[in-house]
């Protein structure tokens, strides 16, 4: 990351390099690899078969009820009838990859905005506990250490959100930047 002269980020130390590691279970790691070497061509399925659900009555007889006529759920599933099916993909192949790209522009816009919240948070934190040292001298002499202990492990801490912050905005930038560029090459 280049060095910013932004007073958002100016709490964070240019020196150190601040990587966030987050942790990830081994049984998602073993059925993301499963599903990454899965084919993607799978057999097609009947949109009549993926509906339907064979519940036995006794015990569930509140499923075989219909609701009133001006209920909510009527309302909101006429609704969705009226605004139709989404649009399948397309056949040609250039047409795919610039569906797929306008997605990734998407949700990568989407992550910027998310990391963009997720700085101003952390500095407004980084900033309430930097507030607090002015308290600091109404304590007792015996609470000071642990409430200046308190207030430098807040800060650290805040310091270490705006950097993972810092990283994901970096991270929806070039996922941004990537999806343009992809698109003008092509």
Not at 41 to 64: Q, R, W
Not at 84 to 92: E, F, I, L
Not at 169 to 185: G, P
Request: hydrophobic fraction near 35%; include cysteine.
């Amino acid at each position: 990351m280049e060095e910013t002269s932004d007073s958002l980020f100016n709490v964070l130390s240019p020196l150190a390099l601040g990587r966030v590691a987050l942790p990830l279970h081994e049984g998602v790691a073993k059925l993301s690899n499963a599903l990454c070497q899965t084919p993607a061509s799978l057999a097609p399925i009947s949109k009549k078969v993926e509906c339907k659900y064979c519940v036995p009555a006794k015990g569930h007889e509140y499923l075989y009820t219909h609701p009133a006529p001006n209920s909510l759920v009527v309302e909101s599933v006429n609704h969705r009838e009226r605004q139709g099916q989404p649009a399948p993909t397309p056949k040609n192949k250039n047409q795919r990859l610039d569906s797929f790209r306008r997605k990734v522009y998407s949700s990568s816009s989407f992550q910027l905005r998310v990391a963009n919240h997720q700085a101003l948070l952390g500095w407004y934190e980084f900033n309430l506990w930097g507030s607090l040292h002015k308290s600091e001298d109404s304590l007792q002499e015996c609470d000071r250490k642990e409430f200046k202990a308190l207030v430098e492990e807040g800060a650290a801490a805040a310091r270490a959100s705006l950097q993972a912050a810092s990283d994901a905005a970096d991270t929806a930038a070039q996922s941004m930047a990537s999806a343009v560029s992809r698109r003008q090459t092509s």
